[in-house]
């Protein structure tokens, strides 16, 4: 089964709306969790990463208050895309694991903004 | 800066027969971990293979194997016997010892198997 759980799967939305995303991991503690984006016939870029109880480390070009990543527990990472606009139309996916253990994936949260 | 590159933009094979997609990486660590991830159609990633580089061994799973050339920095996959459900692209990716985990990724493979 999942052991990352990720959450819408599919959103539309209106330009200007904010949109949330959740990455639950299921059978263990994430103090780390990954936010990448893909776009159409792409790789994922990873544009974040999330340390539980931290503030987040954002990529180069990845704007931070656009994109509000929290990491309030062990299981639980979101990810808000403020004021979204078509552009940011894309495929987002979480990730949660460590260095020595492979990455489990959420299954992706496909946004499109209206 | 540490880079993945795949230079097989697309492949195709027959069901049943083998094929390898080539993956090539760069990095200044010595210890770090290299993958090879599945994408269907559904956008769920997969992990298909990891192999540890201070490991000589060749990783195997099942019909999957790797060729780690660590001298080259060259870790191909081999699908043996290649099954319609193989059809996806795949991602080579490396997670840098130095680093907190995150997955640096190829452009990726897309793999078409024809029945």
């Known amino acids: 089964g999942a052991v990352v759980s990720q959450h819408p799967s599919w959103v539309i939305c209106k330009s200007g709306t904010s949109v949330k995303i959740e990455c639950r991991s299921l059978?263990?503690?994430?103090?780390?969790m990954f936010w990448y984006r893909q776009f159409p016939k792409q790789s994922l870029m990873l544009m974040a990463t999330s340390n539980e109880g931290s503030k987040a480390t954002y990529e180069q070009g990845v704007e931070k208050d656009k994109f509000l990543i929290n990491h309030a527990s062990l299981t639980l990472s979101t990810l808000t895309v403020t004021s979204a606009h078509p552009e940011d139309s894309s495929f987002y996916i979480c990730?949660?694991?460590?260095?020595?253990?492979?990455?489990?994936f959420g299954d992706g949260t496909r946004l499109s903004i209206l | 800066a540490q880079t993945v590159t795949q230079s097989q933009p697309e492949m195709s094979v027959q069901e049943a027969e083998t094929v390898t997609l080539s993956c090539t990486y760069d990095?200044?660590?010595?210890?770090?971990?290299l993958f090879w991830y599945k994408q269907p159609p559904s956008r769920q990633m997969i992990l298909v293979i990891r192999?540890?580089?201070?490991?000589?061994q060749n990783a195997t799973e099942n019909r999957f194997s790797v060729n780690f050339q660590k001298a080259a920095k060259s870790f191909s996959l081999k699908i043996s016997d290649s099954q319609l459900g193989d059809t996806a692209m795949y991602f080579c990716?490396?997670?840098?010892?130095?680093?907190?985990?995150?997955?640096?990724f190829g452009k990726g493979t897309k793999l078409s198997v024809k029945p």
């Open positions: 059978d263990f503690q994430a103090t780390t």
């Open positions: 192999q540890e580089a201070y490991k000589q």
């Open positions: 990716a490396l997670i840098d010892g130095g680093s907190q985990g995150n997955l640096i």
């Open positions: 990730s949660a694991g460590t260095r020595t253990q492979p990455q489990h």
């Open positions: 990095t200044s660590e010595s210890n770090y971990y």
